[in-house]
Structure formats: C-alpha cells, structure tokens
C-alpha cells in the first residue's frame, strides 16, 4: 500500500493553530498492514498555556480521512515566567 498521508496539529483553547505538519511533501516509504510512525521536534517554543494536538492519517491524494482525532490529547506548556503571544524561543539579549 503506498503510504497514507499522516498529519499533526498543535491548537490553542480558542482553536487557533499554533502549528501544522504533514508527510504530504516527503517521500514516505510504503507501508505494510502494521507499524510505528512518528514525528519529532527538536523544540516547540510556545509559551504556557494549554494546548491540543490533533493526528490524522490521511489517503494519498486527502480524498479520504482513514483516522483523526480531534482536540483529543491535551498538552499543558508550563513556564517559570508569563509571556506573551504563542512562541517562547530560547533568546538572549546583548547590549553593544
């Protein structure tokens, strides 16, 4: 079977979507009747709050929806200091 299209999206509360990947661009090998797929990511950067992750595998050309699950898995960022907007990237500040 030519693999499935797998998809993870990354929600706030309010549903705005804090990110979006796919497999639909990588040459994903076929794939048999069993087996393990998954994604990582080096680091996310939101900042505290909680969030959804929502997976979905998908036919080939999207025409078909095989599995998803919706606002099904819950994540909690926690931070030691409150920021502002979605992304906390590691930084630094340097005065010249």
Not at 16 to 32: F, S, V
Not at 59 to 76: F, G, M, S
Request: charged fraction near 25%.
């Amino acid at each position: 079977m030519q693999s499935p299209i797998f998809s993870v999206t990354i929600s706030d509360q309010k549903g705005e979507i804090c990110l979006d990947t796919n497999t639909a661009r990588l040459q994903a090998p076929d794939i048999e009747d069993t087996g393990t797929v998954g994604v990582h990511f080096d680091r996310l950067d939101l900042t505290a709050g909680k969030y959804f992750v929502d997976v979905g595998v998908y036919a080939t050309d999207w025409e078909r929806i095989y599995d998803y699950h919706w606002n099904v898995y819950p994540l909690e960022v926690e931070d030691i200091e409150p920021h502002k907007g979605v992304m906390n990237p590691p930084h630094k500040w340097e005065f010249l």
